[in-house]
């Protein structure tokens, strides 16, 4: 019993992560049916500058406590990040709106390696350590031990993702985003800009992926320029498994795909009499992925996709 919370502590961190990042596939894919395959180097470009800050933090300001430098990196790496999106937006996509499908698609691979190469030109190939900032006395919990820095990122998660859907659901651009992803020109004839719904969009969902990036690297205290892609494919994944274009579905989603993982990697052995180790955790997440969208294509909570008249 101990072992099976401490894999639920830990699924529920990871999927927090996947599904910050997930909501950013599902916003911009309810709004311009485009996959976003560059968005998981957002992620990275949020660890990497993250990381870039407490550096300096550390050299010139070393008796900050923690939480204040780890305050003052996600706040850095959140406008960086939503700037590099809002930038991809503008070159990138926006003069392919009206191309086929794979134009866009293909264009958002060539954005990923552009972003590595830059990355790896800035930061280096190697592995960079991300330093400690929080306690590392673990707190117990039923058996089961969870981190201080497992703690903030889950309560970071649980924030974001809920100003997320009061932003969504309350606020005036949250109409114009949920006007633009029912019905685009209907929205512009109503008076609503949908470019600046669109880089809305961007930004909101590159915001996020900063804090999960930056808590990334604080949680795994290591990162580099290419660990962008396998959290990427995750969220993605974790986005069609909750529903595409619906964001509670990108949240369940994300939680349901870490927790199948952590599971996976806690039982595989066992379950396989050893010949697997935990490292084919993968496993267990994209089965799951497969055998749900062979019951239910749309997702968990259904696609909320409108279509494009």
Not at 124 to 150: E, H, M, W, Y
Not at 225 to 246: D, E, Q, R, W
């Amino acid at each position: 019993m101990d072992t099976f919370i401490q894999q639920i502590i830990n699924g529920l961190v990871l999927g927090s992560m996947y599904a910050l990042v997930a909501l950013g596939y599902t916003m911009v894919y309810g709004v311009l049916n485009l996959i976003n395959f560059a968005h998981g180097d957002v992620l990275m470009i949020g660890a990497m500058t993250g990381l870039t800050i407490l550096n300096i933090l550390n050299q010139h300001f070393p008796d900050l406590p923690g939480y204040i430098k780890l305050a003052i990196a996600i706040g850095g790496a959140v406008p960086v990040c939503m700037i590099v999106n809002v930038i991809i937006e503008r070159v990138a996509y926006r003069s392919l709106r009206n191309a086929p499908r794979l134009a866009p698609l293909i264009t958002a691979i060539g954005v990923s390696t552009l972003l590595n190469t830059f990355a790896m030109m800035i930061w280096g190939r190697n592995p960079l350590p991300f330093p400690q900032l929080l306690p590392s006395d673990p707190i117990s919990i039923g058996g089961a031990l969870i981190s201080p820095t497992q703690i903030l990122l889950l309560a970071l998660a649980l924030v974001s993702m809920a100003g997320l859907v009061l932003l969504v659901e309350k606020t005036r651009m949250g109409r114009a985003m949920r006007a633009t992803a029912e019905n685009p020109r209907v929205a512009g004839l109503m008076g609503v800009d949908s470019n600046k719904v669109i880089i809305a969009t961007f930004a909101l969902g590159a915001a996020l992926a900063a804090v999960a990036g930056v808590m990334w690297g604080a949680n795994y205290a290591s990162i580099q320029f290419s660990m962008g892609f396998l959290p990427g494919l995750k969220a993605f994944c974790a986005a069609v498994l909750g529903g595409i274009g619906n964001i509670y579905g990108a949240m369940l989603g994300g939680i349901v795909l870490g927790i199948i993982e952590s599971l996976g990697a806690g039982y595989i052995g066992d379950l396989t009499g050893g010949f697997l180790g935990s490292h084919y955790q993968d496993i267990f997440a994209f089965v799951v992925l497969i055998l749900v969208l062979t019951v239910r294509p749309s997702g968990i909570m259904g696609e909320r996709v409108a279509d494009r008249a």
